[in-house]
């Protein structure tokens, strides 16, 4: 199973194939590893697994581990990679094998033994939250315009954001754009055309080889209520961009994002039509003081995309189409998600519990403790023996299937 990117790749689609295959009789089983601050874990084609780790601080450092997919221990360590303001950044393993690295300021180039082989200081001194790659290989990143833990930026004092694109081979910068909005979610991208989420807006722009151009004529415009707040990341399938809003207060997560919202308007699933730019929208469950920081997910074969609002702690699924509620729990899910398409298995949180459910009914197939205590608010990865890996702030969980 190769996950070179987080998400499974810049559509952000969280999509595994094949299943975890959960029957009568099967439990799932807990190793886990303590490594602060654990992001993501990424595999590239050969089967090697690798985990990026940061410190803590404006004067953060960053790391990649090679681990062993089944104790976590390390077995190959980067040196310290420099970094800066810390925001959760990103990793990605190139075709050739090549390690990339973004987090802080900065970007790094890994050879397969995990040195550097080039690094570029990114143009603003702000974090730049991860990267998507183009269909040609080139790298493209942008500064987090929200608040951090340590500094609070006011939606009045938010600035336009700055694509920037990288060239795989030695991180040379060959293009910049400057879009009209402040931009906290990460980038998705589909082929050369890339998707910003902004403050207010979500944007599209097109990557000719050279530089980046705005499609000026799709803005779609998804903040419409008093009270609501900006979206995450977006996942481009179904033909549309998919993604949920009231984001702001997720730098107040203090091991869980529940009771942390601001937004006043309740929480939605936002979709965004890619042909027309139309825009609809359903609540997650209702409630004011809502709050996410990550994305949904589709499942186009059963016709149903769940999203879920981790400040008041619901996970729902709705209809493709109508957007109707098919199903709605309690429950405490934060991260990204996985969605094995072969089973209708996704992948959840429930705090500090691991939770699978049936996509297409939301029946719980099999729960356990992933070991760390707090919510996990960051990325999971497949593995490649009916088991998948979740990261937190305090470390790396291996869970599998036994029977």
């Not at 303590?34 to 990026?52: I, S």
């Not at 404006?58 to 800066?84: F, H, K, W």
């Not at 009045?156 to 694509?163: M, V, Y």
């Not at 729990?329 to 089973?343: K, R, S």
């Amino acid at each position: 199973m190769s996950w070179r990117y987080e998400d499974g790749g810049p559509q952000r689609r969280q999509l595994v194939h094949g299943g975890l295959h959960l029957g009568p009789g099967d439990h799932l089983e807990v190793t886990t590893r303590v490594a602060p601050a654990a992001t993501m874990v990424g595999t590239d084609e050969a089967g090697a697994f690798y985990l990026l780790r940061h410190t803590a601080g404006d004067g953060a450092i960053a790391l990649v581990e090679r681990i062993d997919p089944v104790t976590l221990e390390p077995l190959a360590q980067s040196p310290e990679l420099a970094a800066g303001p810390v925001w959760p950044g990103g990793l990605g393993v190139a075709p050739d094998g090549a390690v990339h690295v973004v987090f802080g300021s900065h970007a790094h180039r890994l050879d397969a033994d995990l040195q550097p082989t080039h690094t570029a200081r990114l143009p603003r001194d702000r974090p730049y939250n991860s990267f998507v790659t183009l269909a040609d290989g080139h790298l493209v990143t942008k500064d987090f315009g929200g608040s951090l833990p340590t500094h609070h930026v006011s939606a009045a004092d938010r600035q336009p954001c700055e694509l920037v694109v990288l060239a795989p081979d030695d991180l040379t910068i060959v293009a910049r754009h400057v879009v009209p909005e402040a931009s906290i979610a990460r980038l998705s991208a589909d082929g050369d055309t890339v998707y910003v989420v902004g403050d207010t807006h979500l944007f599209r722009l097109h990557w000719d080889g050279a530089g980046l151009t705005r499609d000026e004529a799709f803005t779609a415009r998804y903040r419409t209520l008093e009270g609501q707040t900006y979206g995450w990341d977006c996942v481009l399938a179904a033909g549309a961009a998919w993604f949920l809003d009231d984001g702001e207060g997720s730098e107040h997560y203090t091991g869980t994002l529940r009771g942390h919202g601001v937004s006043t308007a309740p929480l939605h699933l936002v979709r965004v039509d890619l042909a027309t730019a139309e825009v609809a929208t359903v609540e997650v469950c209702g409630l004011p003081g809502g709050l996410v920081a990550n994305p949904p997910v589709v499942d186009e074969a059963r016709g149903v995309v769940v999203g879920y609002d981790s400040g008041n702690g619901v996970l729902a699924g709705f209809d493709l189409d109508t957007l109707d509620v098919r199903w709605r729990h309690d429950q405490d899910h934060g991260g990204h998600l996985l969605l094995y398409t072969a089973t209708g298995e996704v992948v959840t949180g429930d705090h500090a519990d691991v939770v699978v459910r049936d996509v297409a009914t939301g029946d719980e197939l099999a729960r356990v403790d992933a070991g760390m205590g707090i919510q996990s608010v960051l990325f999971p990865c497949p593995g490649d023996q009916r088991d998948f890996y979740v990261c937190t702030f305090l470390g790396v969980s291996r869970v599998a299937v036994t029977s």
